[in-house]
């Protein structure tokens, strides 16, 4: 490899690397730079005389030039994308080893190699070009590929080719319009039936008449407001960089939450039975977190049980975690809504979750206070037998260690 190539390689590692903060276009634009200041790549008998040359005559020459393809091959392998120059011929002069997937690739990797040779085969020609693959997989992945000619004044001398992975930036887009799709949307039903109340009630009419129709608009107020809170809670826990973590009794976070929802409980007629397997059992936390995503638990368990049926809440432990079960005896969650459960404003039932007040976000609350606090949250069910949800939190490095049996 000509040093004159390997400055162009790394022109196009150091461009690759600062894609992100300098865009593509730009890309090309240095590369046409470092092209006119290095010259066309010499052929390999060229090089050879030359470096032989060279060592005749200045002995540290060659060891220079020795340095500098290591220098520049190690930026090319130190790019965070996929890279590969080749020459006027189509040769690969580098080839990095994040690109290495793409060599001889099968299934659908294969697509991207087809498309990488392609846009290189263009690229030779003078010609710019970018491709955005969807693979689906597994795993499902988005690739962005780019593949830009390199020139010497007018002559073009090579290619370049760069494949990123953009399959995190295009997930976060499509929440990001499902998110506001979905606050869109149910804002607008409370919003739209608490102006069509008052319209009504604007219009006159008895106190028979109107009594219920206030009622109703408390109901959809309440609504609002329990969605616009819910929503404040999840923003509030995506963004905070740091908790103010403490260590708590797990048994005095279940105590809390069963506090908060025990008049709900008492009217369903549903009972809330709470069973501490291994005392004095501490997890550092967020207090206010937990406490909440082990309400929304308990919440949802009263909400679809039916009256007479107990609702188990039991506190255990499993090695160096915290296991924290809400089981309840109610309607139980299809096979097909398990995955999806998790996502904001996802209902199994939305009938019934609009008449309890359900506002679609809670379990997507609990899923957020779990992966904040390196823990998890997991679920199983069956249709007409119940649910069970369990929350596991790391345990305080102080809790007393788990007897041998």
Same mark, same amino acid.
């Given at each position: ?42 052929? =390999?008998? !060229?090089?050879? /005389?030359?470096? #032989?040359?060279? %060592?005749?005559?200045?002995? +540290? &020459?060659?060891?220079?030039? $020795? ?42 990797? =294969?697509? !991207?190699?087809? /498309?990488?040779? #392609?846009?290189? %085969?263009?690229?030779?020609? +003078? &010609?710019?070009?970018?491709? $955005? ?47 506001? /799709? ?9 919003? +739209? ?213």
């Amino acid at each position: 490899m000509t040093v004159a190539l390997l400055g162009v390689v790394a022109a196009v590692a150091v461009g690759s690397a600062a894609v992100a903060a300098i865009g593509w276009r730009n890309v090309h634009r240095r590369l046409e730079q470092l092209s006119a200041i290095v010259g066309p790549p010499e052929s =390999a008998n !060229a090089a050879r /005389a030359r470096a #032989e040359g060279a %060592a005749g005559g200045a002995p +540290g &020459d060659t060891s220079t030039a $020795e340095v500098e393809r290591v220098r520049l091959e190690a930026v090319v392998a130190a790019s965070l994308d996929a890279v590969v120059v080749v020459d006027a011929d189509g040769d690969v002069m580098a080839r990095n080893a994040e690109a290495e997937r793409y060599r001889e690739a099968r299934h659908a990797d =294969a697509l !991207a190699e087809i /498309a990488l040779t #392609e846009l290189l %085969a263009s690229a030779r020609l +003078g &010609d710019r070009g970018e491709r $955005e693959l969807e693979l689906f997989g597994p795993p499902p992945s988005v690739l962005r590929i780019r593949a830009v000619p390199l020139r010497h004044g007018e002559v073009v001398v090579g290619a370049a080719a760069f494949i990123r992975d953009v399959s995190e930036a295009r997930r976060t887009e499509s929440i990001r319009r499902d998110f506001v /799709a979905n606050v869109s949307h149910e804002l607008k039903t409370p919003i +739209g039936a608490l102006a069509l109340l008052a319209e009504t009630m604007a219009s006159g009419g008895d106190l028979a008449v109107t009594q219920p129709l206030a009622a109703r608009m408390l109901r959809e107020a309440d609504r609002l407001t329990r969605i616009i809170d819910d929503l404040l809670d999840l923003s509030l826990i995506e963004t905070q960089e740091s908790l103010e973590r403490t260590p708590v009794g797990a048994a005095a976070l279940v105590t809390e939450a069963v506090d908060r929802v025990r008049a709900q409980a008492d009217a369903a007629d549903t009972p809330l039975l709470v069973t501490d397997a291994t005392p004095d059992l501490a997890v550092v936390c967020d207090r206010g977190q937990v406490v909440g995503a082990i309400t929304n638990l308990l919440d949802n368990a009263v909400k679809y049980s039916d009256p007479g049926h107990t609702i188990e809440c039991t506190v255990g432990r499993d090695d160096d975690r915290a296991i924290i079960a809400v089981r309840d005896h109610g309607i139980g969650i299809p096979a097909r809504d398990l995955e999806r459960i998790f996502e904001r404003f996802y209902r199994v039932d939305r009938a019934r979750s609009r008449a309890t007040g359900g506002t679609g976000l809670g379990l997507s609350i609990v899923r957020h206070v779990a992966d904040v606090h390196g823990g998890d949250v997991t679920v199983w069910s069956s249709e007409g037998e119940g649910s069970m949800f369990t929350l596991t939190l790391p345990l305080d490095a102080s809790s007393p260690a788990e007897e041998a049996s």
